[in-house]
C-alpha cells in the first residue's frame, strides 16, 4: 500500500505494518487503519499514520521501553474486540504509548494505551479509569531535531 504523508512523504506499507481499530480512536471517527513506521533506527519512537488521512500521525513507544513491568489487566470486551482467546500466545499482545512533547520532554500516558493483536493486527485504545495512575509518565528528553518533527 502506497500512502502520501505530508510529514513522511511518500510510505510504502506492507501488512505487517499495518493496525485496524474496529471503534476508532476518540476524536478521529474516519481514521480506522494506520501504518506503524519506525522514527528513526536509533530509538524505539514509531509513529502511527493514518491511512484514511495521512496528515494525522500519533507519536508512540512500545510501553515495555518506558516502564518493563507495565501490566495492564485486559478486560474479556476488549479481548473479543482483539479477537484474541486464552490459548493465544499472551506475546501476540503489544501495548503502544501515545506519547507528547513539552519543551524538550516527552510524555507517556500510561492511562490510554493502544493494545494491538500482532497476529490479526487488529488495535483497541483502553482507556484505563485508575485515579492512582499518572495520565504524564516523563520519558526522555527530545533532541531539537526531533522536536521540530512533533
Known amino acids: 500500500m502506497r500512502i502520501e504523508s505530508p510529514r513522511f512523504g511518500v510510505i510504502d506499507a506492507d501488512a505487517s505494518q499495518m493496525i485496524h481499530f474496529g471503534h476508532p480512536l476518540p476524536g478521529f471517527p474516519d481514521c480506522r487503519s494506520f501504518v506503524l513506521i519506525d522514527h528513526d533506527e536509533a530509538t524505539p519512537l514509531k509513529w ?12 508512540l513507544v512500545d510501553s515495555d521501553e518506558i516502564e518493563p513491568s507495565y501490566d495492564v489487566e485486559l478486560p474479556d470486551w476488549l479481548l473479543s474486540m482483539l479477537e484474541w482467546k ?14 507528547s512533547a513539552e519543551g524538550d520532554q516527552l510524555f507517556a500516558n500510561p492511562l490510554a494505551p493502544i493494545v494491538v493483536n500482532r497476529e490479526n493486527r487488529l488495535a483497541v485504545q483502553l482507556i484505563r479509569d485508575e485515579p492512582d495512575l499518572p495520565s504524564r509518565h516523563p520519558v526522555t528528553p527530545v533532541s531539537s531535531q526531533d522536536r521540530d518533527l512533533l
Open 48 to 59: 502511527m499514520v493514518s491511512v484514511e488521512q495521512p496528515e494525522i500521525s500519533f507519536l
Open 86 to 99: 486464552s490459548t493465544d500466545d499472551p506475546h501476540a499482545i503489544g501495548f503502544y504509548t501515545i506519547l
